[in-house]
């Protein structure tokens, strides 16, 4: 005859195995899935910060040009303000690149040398191309095509060519 104590021990201990197997399988798959969004949310937190940068960077351009605008010259006057710097949204752009991996790396990769040629356009052109880099990255996180992002990056490149040159760093004779 059986006893009653292994008859009920032996189901019981599998049943707790296999619940705990279950158990830590389903804490790693939640682990997993909220280290996804984690760094998920740290890109769109580094989106939000660059364009915002960007968007302080832009006003800056316009006040300076506008106080360019009312200096008279001719009786010796010097503008209030300097030229803008551009490194909080250097910094941004950095950031950026450090949030990101993978395909998304590639696209935050574009965008800083996106970055690199509009910080280096005609003060004229800056804010244009600045405007556009903005758009760009708003249309890499609304999910647009790759083909629509890279028009917007390339719109930013044309912007940083002086009206001489047909490539970046070459002048045309």
Not at 29 to 55: H, K, M, N, P, T
Not at 107 to 119: I, Q, R, T
Not at 134 to 163: C, F, H, M, N, Y
Request: glycine content about 10%; overall charge negative.
């Amino acid at each position: 005859m059986t006893d009653p104590f292994l008859e009920a021990f032996v189901p019981q201990l599998l049943a707790t195995i296999v619940g705990g197997v279950i158990g830590v399988f389903a804490v790693w798959l939640a682990f997993g899935w909220q280290r996804r969004a984690s760094a998920q949310d740290g890109v769109d937190q580094a989106v939000e910060y660059l364009l915002r940068r960007i968007a302080e960077y832009v006003s800056d351009l316009d006040a300076y040009k506008r106080d360019i605008g009312l200096v008279n010259w001719s009786a010796g006057q010097r503008p209030q303000r300097y030229v803008p710097h551009a490194a909080g949204v250097s910094i941004a752009v950095e950031l950026l690149r450090m949030r990101t991996k993978g395909k998304e790396r590639k696209v935050a990769d574009e965008v800083g040398k996106a970055w690199s040629l509009a910080a280096a356009a005609t003060l004229d052109k800056r804010g244009t191309a600045c405007g556009f880099l903005a758009g760009a990255i708003s249309d890499w996180r609304l999910g647009a095509s790759p083909s629509e992002i890279a028009d917007g990056l390339e719109t930013v490149r044309q912007l940083a060519l002086k009206d001489d040159e047909s490539e970046i760093g070459t002048v045309e004779n």
